[in-house]
Antibody, heavy 123, light 108 residues
């Protein structure tokens, strides 16, 4: 079955960076996109960006441009999200999600999600 | 940038019908996905492609999309349907994924 297993919770200082991993299994990793979505405490969902391992390219949310890097290692079926210049407002649960296309033009259906990784930014 | 607007909350009695709207400029031309999120859990897709349901999602859940409004309809609401619901689209013009702000469904 499809599984996305994320790395554990992180406590970071303001100004530092965090890198969260998402290990996939149960499907052909390189042919699906993987996106990252975050959720601050009591807030809604925010798309940070995504990548398609087969193409090695990434597309980022406008709010996070320049501060986030999303990569994928096809050899280990693992996606990564690195967020830099952390501030307290980045305290959130970060999810990875598989991007499924229901047709050629209709993608970005997040049909499977990781369990979430809590990142706390505090001095 | 493209914006999706949802009501913050909807309340309904058990057995009644809940309708959660998602407003966006000409959203009827886009494909809308709906997610259910319960406290402490990751979101789960309940409707995709405007009106289709993944396996395991009850037929009570349905979607529609026209003009400037997409709607998630939940018939014969049960206590277990109490959750936050989010709509989502991909905006081709900006190549961005956009989520609505979310609607908290309360079952009275």
């Amino acid at each position: 079955q499809v599984q996305l297993v994320q790395s554990g919770a992180e406590l970071k200082k303001p100004g530092s960076s965090v890198k969260v991993s998402c290990k996939a299994s149960g499907f052909t990793f390189r042919t699906y996109g993987v996106s990252w979505v975050r959720q601050a405490p009591g807030q809604g969902l925010e798309w940070m960006g995504g990548t398609i391992p087969m193409y090695g390219t990434a597309n980022y949310g406008q709010k996070f441009q320049g501060r986030v890097t999303i990569t994928a290692d096809d050899s280990t079926s693992t996606a990564y999200m690195e967020l830099s210049s952390l501030r307290s407002e980045d305290t959130a649960v970060y999810y990875c999600a598989r991007d499924f296309c229901i047709s050629g033009a209709d993608c970005y259906l997040f049909d499977h999600w990781g369990q979430g990784t809590l990142v706390t930014v505090s001095s | 940038s493209y914006v999706l607007t949802q009501p913050p909350s909807v309340s309904v009695a058990p057995g009644q019908t809940a309708r959660i709207t998602c407003g966006g400029n000409n959203i009827g031309s886009k494909t809308v996905y709906w997610y259910q999120q319960k406290p402490g859990q990751a979101p789960v897709v309940v409707v995709y492609g405007n009106s289709d349901r993944p396996s395991g999602i009850p037929e009570r859940f349905s979607g529609s999309n026209s003009g400037n409004t997409a709607t998630l309809t939940i018939r014969r609401v049960e206590a277990g349907d109490e959750a936050d619901y989010y709509c989502q689209v991909w905006d081709s013009r900006s190549d961005q994924v956009v989520f609505g702000g979310g609607t908290k469904l309360t079952v009275l």
